[in-house]
């Protein structure tokens, strides 16, 4: 019996990590409820930090506000990640959106308090991100969802795949 318990630890602790995080799927409208502020902006700058209170070392990413679609935003809001990034790499908890200086980005934001006051928390991993890609026809749509495994949840209609449809959608989850 005891060999075979510590045969199952050692399959345990010997097995490659997994490279996904588990989330509830969450429809636009949903998070767009429970969101704080829900912006369309543009990724300005990436840095690393500490959010002392948390003990933990993060990602802070700056975005300028092109447009609020609701709530009161700065003109400027600092998107924080629990992450760091060493050397050229980036490292951060996996199905977490990422980031790029000049992307062009709809955010789904939840406003810090106490200590994190000032800093705004994704919503739903990288299901709080939509990237915006223009092209001869508009601006349309990526939802990354890389090392994302969605479960439960109402999956609702097709992701949206233009700006004017998710602002919709958006508008229906109680935005304004």
Request: charged share 20%; proline share 5%; aromatic share 6%.
């Amino acid at each position: 019996m005891r060999s075979l318990l510590y045969a199952l630890l050692s399959c345990c602790f010997l097995s490659a990590p997994a490279r996904a995080a588990l989330a509830r799927h969450q429809s636009p409208e949903q998070l767009a409820r429970i969101a704080t502020v829900v912006i369309h902006g543009k990724v300005m700058a990436q840095e690393p930090g500490e959010d002392r209170a948390a003990h933990l070392r993060v990602l802070r990413t700056n975005v300028q506000v092109l447009e609020s679609w609701k709530g009161a935003a700065p003109s400027v809001v600092t998107v924080q990640q629990i992450g760091s990034i060493q050397g050229r790499a980036l490292v951060n908890i996996p199905g977490d959106a990422h980031f790029t200086p000049g992307e062009e980005v709809i955010l789904f934001l939840k406003a810090g308090v106490g200590p994190q006051k000032g800093a705004f928390f994704l919503l739903g991993f990288a299901q709080g991100k939509y990237s915006v890609n223009h092209d001869g026809k508009g601006a349309h749509l990526e939802h990354d969802l890389t090392d994302l495994t969605l479960r439960g949840g109402t999956a609702g209609p097709v992701a949206p795949s233009t700006l004017e449809e998710l602002r919709a959608r958006v508008q229906l989850g109680g935005a304004r």
